[in-house]
Structures are given as C-alpha cells and as structure tokens.
T-cell receptor
Framework: ELKVEQNPLFLSMQEGKNYTIYCNYSTTSDRLYWYRQDPGKSLESLFVLLSNGAVKQEGRLMASLDTKARLSTLHITAAVHDLSATYFCAVVAEYGNKLVFGAGTILRVKS | NAGVTQTPKFRVLKTGQSMTLLCAQDMNHEYMYWYRQDPGMGLRLIHYSVGEGTTAKGEVPDGYNVSRLKKQNFLLGLESAAPSQTSVYFC?????????????FGEGSRLTVL
C-alpha cells in the first residue's frame, strides 16, 4: 500500500529565507503532483512531475523528483508572505487510477 | 467556466440522518473522486469512478456510498451520519491520460454531524 510522508508538517520561516519541503513515498511511482491550499479554500495545482529528474519552477517555488530515491522536494527561495499556505504532495497509485496525498505542510512566512 | 461544483457547501446533520453531496463537472472528465480532509491527515480518498456507471472504493469507504449515473455527476451519500464523518469533503475530476491527469477540485463541502 502506498504511503506518502511529508516533512516538516509545519514550517514557520522569515521572509527572505530559503527552505525545502520533502515528500517521500513508499512504492514505485513515476508521477507526482504538488498542490497549494489557502485557508478555507480548495486545492490549486502547482506542479506535475512526470519523470525521474524532472524539475519545474514557478516564481519562488521549485519542485524536483527523484524516482529512484522515491523523493520529491519543493524548494522555496527568498520566501514572501504570499507563499503562506498548506502544500500537499500527491503520488499516483494503483495502476494510475488515483492519487494518494501526503498530510500537508503548513507554511507560515513571517514579516 | 464552472469547472467542478459541489452542493451543498455547508450542512449540519444530526447523528443518524442521511444526506447526499452532489458533484458536477462540465469539463467532460472521465475520472471523478471524493476525498475527505481532516486536520493533520491530508486528503483521504473515499470513493472514485473511472467512468459513467463505474465506482470503486478508496482508502476510507466505510459509511459512504456513491453513484455515477451520468458522466458529469458524482454523488456521495451518507446513509446514517456519525460524528466521525464531520469533515470537509472535496470532489475532484480529471482526464484519464496520463492516468490520472491533473485533478481539478471543487470548493469543498463542510459537513458537521452533531
């Protein structure tokens, strides 16, 4: 059974600092998604990583995928307050019919 | 461009009552999903459907039933609500390629069971 673990689960950081969120998963998968959720809102797709070594960047966020290590990272560069949200990774499971989500990382960027 | 629409958005039930959550999508997606979100637990899959007339169990299906009679609609039913079913429910849909494609989520339905 596929398990997806994120860490840290809570991250409080100062504006301008860099940090990385980690997403580990337990069984083979070659596709991983990152989503953002603002409080009380729905989930918004950030990145789709489709192969080993894939790297995607959007503004201050960069995501990468290492399928051999079963690890994805979401790197935050020079954080700003607007990045405060909950970030989820999700991994394809069971013959590709569904996504299994991590518990989410609550990010708070302080001024 | 409505996307994925969930109704109702809020509901309060008493233990033992029944209700149905409706999810409608206008993107002609094959795949549809129902997730529940609880603090610290991420999203957990309740049931899903890979096409009209088909449904399958997810991680936490007990106490819920679903139906996909029309391609654009996916209904989630609670026959006898329990306090443990207090949660925020999200519906999502996607294309099947690559399977599954990017998920598009509804706004969520907040259910409280007293």
């Amino acid at each position: 059974e596929l398990k997806v673990e994120q860490n840290p689960l809570f991250l409080s950081m100062q504006e301008g600092k860099n940090y990385t969120i980690y997403c580990n998963y337990s069984t083979t998968s070659d596709r991983l998604y990152w989503y953002r959720q603002d409080p009380g809102k729905s989930l918004e797709s950030l990145f789709v990583l489709l192969s080993n070594g894939a790297v995607k960047q959007e503004g201050r966020l960069m995501a990468s995928l290492d399928t051999k290590a079963r690890l994805s990272t979401l790197h935050i560069t020079a954080a700003v307050h607007d990045l405060s949200a909950t970030y989820f990774c999700a991994v394809v499971a069971e013959y590709g019919n569904k996504l299994v989500f991590g518990a989410g990382t609550i990010l708070r960027v302080k001024s | 461009n409505a996307g994925v629409t969930q109704t109702p958005k809020f509901r309060v039930l008493k233990t033992g009552q029944s209700m149905t959550l409706l999810c409608a999508q206008d993107m002609n997606h094959e795949y549809m999903y129902w997730y529940r979100q609880d603090p610290g637990m991420g999203l957990r899959l309740i049931h899903y459907s890979v096409g009209e007339g088909t449904t399958a169990k997810g991680e936490v299906p007990d106490g819920y039933n679903v139906s996909r009679l029309k391609k654009q609609n996916f209904l989630l039913g609670l026959e006898s609500a329990a306090p443990s079913q207090t949660s925020v429910y999200f519906c999502a849909s996607s294309y099947p390629r690559p399977p599954p494609g990017e998920l598009f989520f509804g706004e969520g339905s907040r259910l409280t069971v007293l």
